[in-house]
């Protein structure tokens, strides 16, 4: 354990492979774990907790796995990943993180190739899951609940790249600001995610197309979603569930008579 030191409690850079397990890093000014350019990293059983800044950064770095750890209560990210090649984040924990300098509970930007599973994002003052100027991520069975402004952010905010090629799989998202916000994200998929009692669904947003949104179940949200673009809300006759949809169902084949307007 390494508590309240004065600077990220721990620095490792310029290594060819690295095995971190059991840290406790809590309450330090600066991140509780910074690590940059290593090729083979892998971090499990793991606190970062009540840092000032994020509680773990990797930068530069070629295979990156994080597995069973927790990121809780800190200053800006949980966790900020950025210029990873391939990266695996598996049944961790997100909780309260503050994005006092625009983070999230897992901040992700260019990530080449990336797989989010099994994790949770919780009461994050900013964005459950961020993921900005990345290709291939997937996400997929993990639960968004309570983060103030989305669930999960999808963006690419410079419009220098594209977030496209990405997957948003069987994941539950409730009671977040906003489930899930596509901003100039193209070519990804959205399916069978539960999306239920948010302020907004589905915000598909800055020219953001391509997208194929299916399979999905939106139930009881204030908006269920926003789309300006061209973007594709079913596939082989399977579409959404849309639990405000009033429409005449005559013939009771499970597919609606007229479309639910976007």
Wanted: glycine content about 10%.
């Amino acid at each position: 354990s390494i508590v309240n030191t004065r600077q990220s409690a721990l620095t490792v850079n310029e290594v060819t492979s690295v095995t971190l397990s059991g840290l406790n890093l809590t309450g330090n000014s600066g991140s509780g774990a910074s690590i940059t350019k290593v090729d083979t990293l892998s971090v499990t059983a793991s606190n970062f907790l009540k840092n000032a800044q994020s509680g773990l950064e990797i930068s530069q770095s070629k295979i990156v796995s994080v597995t069973d750890c927790q990121a809780a209560e800190n200053g800006d990210a949980g966790m900020l990943m950025r210029q990873i090649g391939t990266l695996n984040s598996n049944r961790n924990l997100f909780k309260l993180n503050q994005g006092k300098q625009g983070g999230a509970g897992l901040a992700l930007s260019r990530i080449d190739s990336g797989f989010i599973a099994e994790n949770q994002f919780t009461l994050n003052l900013r964005f459950g899951l961020s993921v900005r100027n990345s290709r291939s991520v997937t996400v997929s069975g993990t639960v968004f609940q309570q983060n103030d402004l989305a669930g999960g952010e999808f963006a690419d905010l410079s419009r220098t790249l594209s977030l496209i090629d990405n997957q948003i799989l069987q994941n539950t998202l409730t009671k977040n600001d906003t489930a899930i916000w596509l901003d100039a994200s193209n070519n990804s998929d959205i399916v069978g995610n539960e999306i239920s009692s948010n302020h907004m669904g589905a915000y598909l947003d800055l020219g953001s197309q391509g997208n194929l949104v299916y399979d999905n179940a939106f139930v009881d949200n204030t908006h269920n979603a926003h789309s300006v673009s061209a973007n594709s809300w079913d596939k082989d006759g399977v579409g959404n569930y849309w639990s405000d949809w009033k429409a005449v169902h005559a013939n009771n084949d499970g597919i609606w008579d007229s479309p639910y307007v976007i």
